[in-house]
C-alpha cells in the first residue's frame, strides 16, 4: 500500500436492489461510494421477467429495467462503478482491504450486498425453459399460471409454502418430493395435504423439463424406487429446494449462520466486524423481496453514514 492510495469512505459490494439503494443513500449523504458490482451485475432480479410487486409501477416493469433505472438514480448523484468481482478481502484492521484480482481498494466502511442465489436441480433443460415455465420464485411468478396445472420441487417449509400459495392461481399443484416424508414442519405439511388442489408425488424426482422452444409444455419424471419414467403434463415448475446466500468470500471473517446468511444484529445493518454492514438476500433468508431488500439497503448507508461520523468525532 503506497501512501498516496485514495481511502474510500464506503465501498459497496454488490448491485441488486440492496446495493443499489444504499449507494443512492450514500452518494446522495457525500460519501461518494464506490460500487464493486460484480460481473453478474443487478443480481436476482436480472433472471425475472415481470415484476409487478416493486411499489410506484402501476403496469410493473421487467426486472432488468428496474436495476437499470436504480443504476442509473445511483450514478446520478456520483455512485462510481466497477463491473468486476471482488476475489479477496481483509477486514482485519482498518481501512478495510478489498481486492479485484491484484488491485487492491481501501475503505473507511464496507456494505455487502451480494445476495443469494435460488438453487437449480442443474438439468439443461431447465436453463433453457428458465422463465419460460422455470421459476424458483412462487410469489413473483405464481400469478402467471392461472388455471394451469404446475408442478413445485421440494420438501421444506418452503415447498409448502410455495405450493399452498399456487394454488390460489393454479388448477392443479403437483408437490414432487424425491424422498417419502417432508423435512417440513407438521403444520405445513397437515395444511398442504389437506389442500385439494395439491398432489403429493412422493418418490419422484424431475429429470428433464419439455417444452416446444417457445414455453414448457411438461416434465419427464422418475420414481426414485422403482426408476419408472412418465410424462407430467405441467406447464410451470418452481424450484423450491434452497437458496444460497453469496457468502463464500467471507468464510471465516463475517458470522453466519449454519446455511451462510450473514448475521446482523437485530433492527439493524450491523455485522460482527464494526464497520462493515450487511444488507438485502445476503442477510435475510426470510422475505428475500426486491422491496425488503432496498429497504435493508436504505438502513445500511444510514447505517454506515452514521457509524462514520462517529468515527471521525473521536
Keep these: 500500500m503506497t501512501q498516496d492510495q485514495k481511502v474510500e469512505n464506503v465501498i459497496i459490494i454488490g448491485s441488486g436492489p440492496a446495493g443499489l439503494t444504499s449507494a443512492i443513500y450514500s452518494s446522495r449523504a457525500n460519501l461518494e461510494p464506490l460500487m464493486i458490482e460484480g460481473e453478474e451485475a443487478g443480481g436476482q432480479l436480472m ?77 439443461p433443460s431447465e436453463k433453457v425453459y428458465a422463465n419460460r415455465g422455470v421459476s424458483a420464485c412462487a410469489t413473483c411468478d405464481g400469478a402467471f399460471f392461472r388455471n394451469q396445472e404446475i408442478g413445485v420441487v421440494g420438501g421444506g417449509d418452503t415447498a409448502m409454502e410455495e405450493a399452498q400459495f399456487l394454488t390460489r392461481f393454479a388448477t392443479k399443484v403437483y408437490l414432487i ?15 398442504a395435504l389437506k389442500n385439494p388442489k395439491i398432489e403429493v408425488l412422493y418418490n419422484t424426482e424431475v429429470i428433464e423439463v419439455l417444452g416446444d422452444g417457445k414455453g414448457m409444455t411438461g416434465a419427464k419424471i422418475k420414481g426414485t424406487l422403482d426408476g419408472a419414467v412418465k410424462e407430467l403434463p405441467i406447464t410451470g415448475l418452481f424450484l423450491a429446494i434452497g437458496h444460497k446466500p453469496n457468502t463464500d468470500l467471507f468464510k ?41 431488500a432496498a429497504g435493508t439497503g436504505c438502513m445500511a ?13 473521536h
Excluded: C
Design 47 to 123: 433472471t425475472t421477467t415481470e415484476v409487478e410487486n416493486f411499489p410506484g409501477f402501476d403496469h410493473g416493469i421487467t426486472g432488468p429495467d428496474l436495476i437499470t433505472v436504480m443504476r442509473k438514480q445511483a450514478e446520478r448523484f456520483g455512485t462510481r462503478f466497477i463491473t468486476r468481482n471482488v476475489t479477496k478481502v481483509d477486514f482485519s484492521q482498518r481501512p478495510f482491504k478489498v481486492w479485484i484480482g491484484d488491485k487492491l481498494h481501501l475503505a473507511k466502511s464496507i456494505i455487502i450486498s451480494t445476495g443469494a442465489s435460488a438453487k437449480y436441480l442443474g438439468l
Design 252 to 292: 471465516g471473517v463475517l458470522d453466519m449462520n449454519e446455511t451462510g446468511y450473514l448475521i446482523t444484529q437485530p433492527n439493524t445493518t450491523y455485522t460482527n466486524i464494526p464497520g462493515v454492514f450487511a444488507a438485502g438476500d445476503v442477510q435475510d433468508h426470510v422475505y428475500r423481496q426486491a422491496i425488503t
Design 177 to 191: 418430493h424425491r424422498r417419502d416424508h417432508f423435512r417440513a414442519s407438521k403444520i405445513m405439511v397437515d395444511r
Design 301 to 313: 448507508a444510514i447505517d454506515a453514514e452514521r457509524w462514520l461520523e462517529a468515527q471521525e468525532a
